[in-house]
């Protein structure tokens, strides 16, 4: 491929990804050193119209989303996951921007609901763990290629200009070899 070309393409996507590569680079640096940002959590009673152990799957959610909506979230772009059963089961959702669970309470009648929001940096790392919806999920795997892109195109043009080809072989060859330390290290 022509190397004016393979620069450009290389130029727009790096450009084009930057902002997405900044967050995903910066939420991960925070996290790996136990930075994860903070939930504002809250817990509110609710009362049922039967005992908490006849509740079906659908009342756990509508009390959940009643929680979200009382709270001014919306619903977590997760999955809704439910352990236990009868007044043991309960009912977590978990997204990017919003968490909720419901549980039992001491009183039958009553439903524990526990809504947590995420501060602005605790939402990026949501996204970073893959809690955001599909579409985030697409744009991030976009990201993926593109890196994987943007080091495949630096390496080939690295091969191709006669001056750099000993830098990039050597550069490589100190990569691999420092992957394979930190992993055996790790």
Request: a positive charge; proline letters at 3%.
């Amino acid at each position: 491929m022509n190397r004016t070309i393979l620069t450009k393409l290389h130029l727009a996507f790096a450009a084009f990804m930057f902002p997405a590569m900044l967050m995903f680079l910066t939420t991960g640096a925070l996290y790996t050193w136990g930075n994860k940002g903070e939930w504002r959590e809250r817990t509110e009673l609710t009362q049922l119209s039967q005992p908490y152990a006849q509740q079906s799957d659908a009342d756990l959610r509508d009390a959940a989303i009643a929680a979200l909506a009382a709270n001014g979230l919306p619903e977590p772009s997760g999955g809704i996951s439910l352990s236990g059963e009868g007044a043991g089961q309960t009912l977590a959702w978990t997204g990017a921007r919003s968490e909720v669970s419901v549980a039992a309470s001491d009183d039958p009648m009553v439903a524990e609901v526990t809504v947590k929001e995420a501060t602005f940096h605790r939402w990026l790392v949501q996204l970073h763990k893959a809690k955001g919806s599909t579409v985030f999920k697409l744009y991030a795997t976009l990201l993926a290629a593109t890196l994987f892109l943007l080091v495949l195109s630096g390496v080939v043009m690295g091969l191709q200009a006669k001056p750099l080809r000993k830098l990039t072989i050597g550069s490589g060859v100190a990569g691999l070899a420092a992957f394979v330390g930190f992993v055996l290290l790790g």
